[in-house]
């Protein structure tokens, strides 16, 4: 904040007055602690209908560690509104001693980070110039199925952490006045609704990841936007099927245990090698949270990637997350890992140890539903064709498709092998 003239601090005075009485139907030990509150900030960009719309940064901070949430980003927050609830406990300053971390476990998950930020290399060359998560699964984008099955789990705010070259993902989301109106003119409802379906989703915001640092650094990107809430991490790769209902139950852990839940997947030894593998132990299903026996488990240990002799178990870690705030703490301590990347495994790993009054436990949910790896060129084409044979008008067709296909190069195999 700049210095303030005697008129600034009269009406900060008065500021300050109302700021308690909104702060006063909050527990004192949650609300904000020292200094480090940009009040006159907040205030000039306080909209109209109460919600805080701040400034757009539009600088690139140097790197000097996670320490800085900025590190090696771009402050650049579009479309942000925050409820003064959320904002009450934020603090605009880097350091975690100025905030009280929120560990009540009855806290809703509203939030979900979606980190985009990566270079997509597996999917060269289309990624040059088309996000992977904008590559069409049947007939919508694949980030489109993220943000249904957040909103299904009762998400209303996602933040989708990008770079240069993947403004297709905002664009998506965002209103067209001018088709919209033209379709509406033209009487074409079934299209005005198709054009209109983002308004049935979550808000949509975004932060940008200047350096891909690696997805611990992505994640670290959220706080300022996340606060001191619990939240939501789904990475786009991983499509779960529509009717999936692993990440409403993984909430439904974190309400019921708190600390922070993991998806869980079975997979071979050898495929352990290429997730992060843990060792757990399995928990009896609390009131609440309607998972079977053997579907929740508490996580002892967990490394990421390892090499096969030290695969502890058949769960691997996949990408859906519900994280205390305390992993931001975390996040900010960790050093560069595998591939000189800042690991997410390595940041989370740490709340195994972490004092559960503080933010700390980790449990881990078993994926039982139907997933896809669609940052995979075989994953997505299984999840296009799953999907297009589940769909009424496709399904049919395709599957004669498939069947004439698949005899046709059966036949011209069997031709080669018998040297026919
Ligand atoms: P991956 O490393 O698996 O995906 O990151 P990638 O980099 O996009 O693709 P490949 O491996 O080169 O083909 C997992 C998720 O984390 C995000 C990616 O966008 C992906 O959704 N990510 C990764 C970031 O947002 N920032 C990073 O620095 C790294």
Not at 184 to 213: F, I, N, T, W
Not at 271 to 282: E, I, K
Not at 304 to 318: D, G, I, N, Q, T
Request: charged content about 25%; overall charge neutral.
């Amino acid at each position: 904040c700049r210095p303030r003239t005697q008129e600034q601090e009269v009406k900060r005075g008065q500021n300050r007055q109302g700021f308690q009485k909104y702060l006063a139907p909050f527990p004192s030990d949650k609300k904000l602690q020292g200094g480090g509150y940009c009040w006159d900030s907040l205030q000039k960009h306080r909209a109209l209908d109460g919600n805080v719309r701040p400034k757009r940064h539009a600088h690139p901070v140097p790197h000097r560690g996670l320490g800085n949430p900025n590190a090696g980003s771009y402050a650049h927050e579009f479309q942000c509104e925050v409820s003064f609830y959320a904002w009450s406990f934020r603090s605009h300053a880097p350091s975690s001693t100025t905030l009280v971390t929120m560990t009540d476990r009855n806290v809703p998950v509203r939030h979900a980070v979606v980190p985009a930020a990566g270079r997509g290399t597996r999917f060269l060359p289309i990624t040059k110039s088309v996000p992977k998560e904008m590559l069409p699964v049947v007939d919508r984008p694949s980030i489109e199925y993220i943000a249904r099955e957040a909103t299904d789990a009762g998400i209303d705010d996602m933040l989708f952490v990008t770079r240069t070259g993947k403004e297709s993902i905002e664009a998506y989301f965002d209103a067209d006045p001018g088709l919209e109106n033209e379709l509406e003119k033209a009487g074409k409802d079934e299209l005005l609704a198709l054009s209109r379906e983002y308004l049935k989703l979550a808000r949509m915001h975004s932060v940008r990841q200047g350096h891909p640092l690696g997805l611990g650094h992505a994640v670290l990107q959220a706080r300022q936007h996340v606060g001191n809430a619990p939240f939501a991490v789904m990475l786009p790769d991983d499509l779960m099927h529509p009717n999936s209902t692993l990440l409403k139950h993984m909430i439904d852990v974190r309400h019921a245990l708190g600390g922070s839940v993991v998806a869980l997947l079975r997979v071979t030894p050898e495929q352990a090698t290429a997730y992060a593998s843990t060792s757990v132990t399995p928990l009896e299903i609390p009131e609440g949270v309607s998972l079977k026996d053997g579907d929740l488990m508490r996580i002892d240990r967990v490394v990421e990637k390892p090499p096969l002799e030290e695969v502890m178990s058949e769960y691997a870690v996949v990408g859906r997350y519900v994280f205390d705030p305390a992993i931001f703490d975390e996040l900010t301590k960790i050093e560069p890992g595998r591939g000189g990347e800042y690991q997410l495994t390595d940041g989370f790993a740490r709340l195994i140890d972490r004092d559960p009054e503080d933010g700390g436990g980790l449990y881990g949910v078993v994926v039982n539903d139907r997933r896809f790896d669609t940052g995979d060129k075989l994953g997505y084409l299984e999840a296009n064709i799953a999907l297009a044979l589940e769909d009424p008008k496709l399904g049919p067709k395709l599957a004669e498709f498939l069947v004439s296909e698949a005899g046709t190069q059966l036949k011209g195999r069997l031709a080669k092998v018998l040297g026919l």
